[in-house]
């Protein structure tokens, strides 16, 4: 072995950007996890919260856990781990918590052990985190966490991975201080959607795509629409369609749900349009009387980082 340990920070990320459904994602610079993985003397793999949110620590319980033991299955020798993870993106925000756990965690790992696995290989272990999280493997998080920028995931079997170019984008989120908790959120979607609704769906997400990589910043704003998904989930979030509406009246390009929810998102072409959009997530919020957070970021083009 290289090392005897590696500390990771690993992005938060918004999955599906409004039209791409378990396809789409990008990487934020903030906010992030910190984690720590080292070989310890201990058998097996010994995991440790330094953070209040109350998650289980028990590796087949653990996002960060399951990952790591579907790696330990491929290699010849089972290592002995310690992993202390910081979580400072919450969990239930929407904002990929469980995918900077599991994608960090075998970052990590995979640069401890001298780098064997490829990025593939990483994603598809990663998966098996998400699975504890949702009751779903998905790779929309996880993709971008890993890779940074915009990613689309053509396919999950086999495996098929495209890194998006895309033009600089400011990213303002505002986090109301409810739990939406991913496996309720799925549960709610229409297992069948309509021709025409599909139809307008693919329109879109080719046009975000188109967009993203012409960096054709009105293309993308027309293309953040989604028919299928928002209109059913949106219900969940308190004060919505009041954020939405009040964003774009602040210029920005265009948004939605941040993954399941409750987090929103917004992306605008420059930093001054991204605060005042800011400003108006703070103002429904603080009518409703809901608390918040807000994150006016940009997009991370490196995901995983050493430190």
């Known amino acids: 072995m290289n090392t005897q340990k590696i500390s990771i920070k690993s992005p938060a990320t918004i999955a599906n950007l409004v039209c791409g459904f378990d396809i789409l994602g990008l990487a934020l610079e903030e906010p992030y996890d910190i984690m720590t993985l080292e070989n310890t003397e201990h058998p097996g793999l010994e995991i440790v919260h330094l953070d209040n949110h109350g998650l289980p620590t028990e590796p087949e319980q653990n996002v960060s856990g399951a990952a790591l033991l579907a790696m330990m299955e491929e290699l010849p020798e089972v290592p002995n ?28 790992a995979n640069q401890l052990l001298g780098n064997p696995f490829s990025n593939e290989d990483l994603i598809r272990f990663a998966m098996c985190g998400e699975k504890v999280a949702s009751g779903v493997k998905h790779a929309d998080n996880i993709t971008p966490c890993l890779l940074g920028g915009v990613t689309l995931i053509r396919s999950i079997h086999p495996l098929d991975i495209i890194n998006l170019s895309a033009p600089e984008l400011y990213i303002t989120v505002v986090h109301p201080q409810i739990e939406v908790r991913t496996a309720d959120a799925r549960q709610i979607l229409k297992k ?63 948004g939605g749900i941040s993954g399941s929810g409750p987090s929103i998102f917004m992306l605008s072409k420059d930093e001054k349009t991204a605060a005042a959009v800011e400003q108006e997530m703070k103002k429904v919020y603080t009518t409703i009387g809901i608390d918040y957070k807000t994150y006016l970021t940009k997009l991370n083009g490196k995901g995983i980082t050493t430190l």
């Open 81 to 108: 781990w310690k992993l202390t993870i910081d979580k400072r993106i919450k969990p239930g925000s929407g904002l990929g918590s469980s995918a900077a756990s599991a994608a960090g965690a075998v970052f990590a």
């Open 192 to 254: 069948e959607v309509p021709l025409k609704q599909a139809i307008k769906q693919w329109g879109n997400i080719a046009g975000l795509v188109a967009g993203l990589m012409q960096g054709d910043h009105a293309l993308i704003g027309r293309s953040l629409e989604d028919v299928i998904i928002e209109p059913v989930r949106s219900i969940l979030i308190p004060g919505f369609e009041e954020t939405k509406r009040r964003s774009l009246e602040a210029g920005a390009l265009g």
